[in-house]
């Protein structure tokens, strides 16, 4: 089971009751955090969760509605008694950026892991998640996630019965390891069925619409993307500033066959942000509007 | 007139409904900021003002729930079309805490200009304000701020007409101006009584008690001091962290003389405020505590 909780809509500057956009997911007690901007921590509180059990943080860019809440963030990591490390994934600059701000939280009881994405696209495995980063288009590199939970294909009782492996040898290849008993050898691949359908979740903000953003989030059961401005005549500002629209990110669902769709990432001039959802649904039925707190549990699909 | 509000409470790490301590006062037209910790920017907007007018940060010292809003701050400064100058004001390390924290703010539509302290003591005059800086005993390099709006002498009429100074001469010497007029000079203190009582308040967070901040804060209209804790059995803990607890600002208070003190920076793990506040009253009776958005105009004193 993931979970995921979009912890703040707001994009540019936090604004009195909508937190900057930033998302939690959680898998097997392990936290991942993307993004982290100013107030952040908070709304993790205001959301009911605590900063302790975040093992992983992804960055997708440097502006700083996405990371400057990031000092604060491992201070009160710090001070919730954190000494496992916490790993952070981030664009070419993670190091110089991560301490910079660091100036004023130089001393953490935790170690810090950085892990800079130098290609276009990258994967990481860790903790259980996967998680893909693929290069999208806005003012200043930026990487989207998508965060993917596999699935094992499933033991074959008949094939393991039918070859004499011994009954208490069958956990140990569920869980992916060669077996030597008896002066024979046991392989995964001899009663394991092909990998299922996991779980997969795509972050996506701030860039415009790319191939990269609708591969990355192919067939997500939750696609999370921004949705600057919703109001049609300012797709030529959405261009400028490399942003969406809520009908562009709305055709980016559609293109990646996602589940669902939750926008995010508003303007803070933006007002009303319902009245533009039926022409988006139009587009792309499965479309929500994010708010802050949203939550969703996602499981593997019943088979 | 001077306005004061202090923009938040919490100490350490901002908390859902509390803003980490900072305070903005106005004087004719121009802001003044002290402190700037993370969430600062939603803190003035949720009290009814905008980052726009604000000329001047003053900074205690450099722990993050200080200072970490500062880069975001800055940004919103910027984006509210600002073009004027900022001074930032703050302890030794102050080029490099600023720029260190502009990694994410990089560019700004306005210049900024460093004062840094580098003595226990400093004056600074600008806009208006008089800002006395005090070193007080934290455990790190950390400044209290007295602010000050000074009243002139009142212009004596009398001893203007007597010495027979032609009229227009008058706004001139009132101005604090020499004036040389058909063959003489007249200087403003042959017109001019004694600097009267102006406006004073004073703002400290973090330290123990010290003789400093009992200097600093004399006579001042309102004192918004720290009280991290109020439990008695933490005596020891303020101690130790270099803290104050609440009847410690009390008795600064109260050996300062001031007309009124406002509590704040509360540790996160107190609750029930109110109850301590007899006893506070006990030893200082104009004790208040500080609320998120607590707010006072401050008018110099009839005569």
Redesign the interface.
């Known amino acids: 089971m993931l979970d995921v909780c979009l912890l703040g809509t707001a994009g ?5 009751n909508r937190w900057l956009t930033s998302c939690l997911m959680r898998f097997n007690g392990e936290g991942l955090l993307i993004d982290c ?3 952040t ?2 709304a993790l ?2 959301a009911g969760f605590s900063p302790n059990p975040i093992s992983i943080i992804c960055l997708t860019h ?4 996405h ?3 990031l ?2 963030f491992l ?2 990591m710090g ?1 919730s008694d954190r000494t496992e490390p916490v790993t952070i994934i981030g664009p070419k600059g993670l190091e ?2 991560v301490n ?2 660091r ?3 130089p001393e953490l009881p935790f170690e810090i892991r950085l892990h800079e994405i130098t290609e276009p696209e990258d994967t990481i495995e860790i903790m259980g998640y996967h998680i893909h980063a693929f290069k999208v288009n806005h003012n200043v590199l930026c990487y989207g996630y998508s965060i993917e939970i596999p699935r094992k294909g499933r033991f074959n009782v008949d094939a393991a019965k039918e070859m004499g492996i011994p009954i208490q040898l069958w956990n140990l290849l569920q869980k992916g390891q060669n077996v030597e008993f008896e002066g024979k050898t046991y392989t995964p691949d001899m009663v394991m069925g092909a990998a299922r359908k996991g779980i997969k979740v795509t972050y996506c903000t701030d860039t415009r619409p790319t191939t990269s953003l609708v591969d990355g989030a192919k067939d997500s059961d939750l696609l999370i993307c921004e949705g600057m401005y919703a109001e049609e005549e300012k797709l030529a500002k959405a261009k400028k500033n490399k942003h969406m629209t809520f009908y562009e990110a709305a055709k980016v669902a559609k293109d990646a066959n996602v589940s669902k769709l939750w926008l995010t990432h508003f303007s803070p001039s933006m007002t009303g942000h319902k009245r533009y959802m039926k022409a988006v649904c139009d587009i792309f039925p499965q479309a929500e509007l994010g708010e802050d707190g949203k939550f969703l549990e996602l499981d593997f699909a019943e088979e």
């Open positions: 540019m500057l936090p604004l009195p901007g100013e107030g921590q908070v509180r205001e440097y502006h700083a509605d990371v400057s809440g000092p604060g201070l009160s001070n110089r950026v910079s701000l100036v004023i939280a």
